[in-house]
């Protein structure tokens, strides 16, 4: 079966923007983030309080931040560190998530770590976050394929997966960085999470659409009970420190479908199709997404 209703956690500000070649005005950013408020999203990540020099588009999170503290949302922010979560609770987050890396080939570029030493790293960010009543979802990276080393094995993804649930975490979202993953493969992690005792509630997918199998394996976790999925707006993103990878699953071809199955989304896809024009025409180019072009006329 299928569930009723699907939690979209939607990432455009966030992985969208990372992996811009240029730098979106603080003030676009907040604006598109009160739009994507308006059109009905409900958990929206805001920024990351990453190192400025890796991450230089997403520099201005302590200017970004407070202009979006009205929004009746929830705005989650990424944090890789003790350092990043001070920042973030300065400004009253109330929604964190660390990110790790099922490879070792991975977490050496993006957290220059070991997997094992990113983990050391993230344990009291989450033990500090959760005393202080803060939710915090665990991102692991490379869990299908990855650009270094090929398709990763599910022992490995779940191992990593087990170290973070124990660590605390109240929610994973399972990330295919690249986007090479395939339906079979989705069903085949998920089986192996659920034969290791993590329940599918806990689970959010996030794929990147690269071969144009982000649908299809949202499909699959679907089938499998998961109702967390994360999706970017206009299908922006990326991650600058793993090449060949593309955007995410665009939201507005993720509501295309949950709408065609009755699945109940709260979003206003008129609205979120004018927001994402918009922004193509902030960054200069048309959004990739297929839903937005179709309802575009462009
Ligand atoms: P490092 O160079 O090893 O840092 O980077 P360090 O711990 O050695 O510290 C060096 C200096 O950086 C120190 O300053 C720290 O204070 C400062 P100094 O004492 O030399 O003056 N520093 C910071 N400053 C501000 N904010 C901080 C911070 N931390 C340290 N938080 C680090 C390690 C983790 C910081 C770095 O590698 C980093 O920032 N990485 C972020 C990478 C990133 O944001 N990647 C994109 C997000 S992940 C993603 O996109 C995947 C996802 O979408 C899921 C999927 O698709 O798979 C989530
Ligand atoms: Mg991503």
Redesign the pocket.
Known sequence: GLPTRVRIHE?GA??GL?NEKSTVPTAVKAEFVHRLAEAGLTTIEAT?????K??PQ?ADAEQLFPLLSGLPVELPV????E??LD?ALALGARRV?V?ASATESFAKA????TVDESLA?FHPVVERAKAGGVHVRG?????FGDPWEGAVPVPQVVRVCRALIDMGCDEL?L???IGVATPGHVEELLTALGEEGIPVSALGV?F?DTYGQALANTLAALRHGVTTVDASAGGL?G????KS?TG?LATEDLVWMLTGLGIDTGVDLGRLVATSVWMAGRLGRPSPSRTVRALSHE
């Open positions: 990432v966030r992985d990372q990351s309080f990453v190192h400025p890796w991450v997403l990424l944090v890789p560190n350092r990043g920042r998530a990110f993006n957290l220059n770590r790293m991102y692991l990276s490379m869990c979202s990330g295919d960085t996030h990147h993103g991650c600058p420190f793993a990878a995410n």
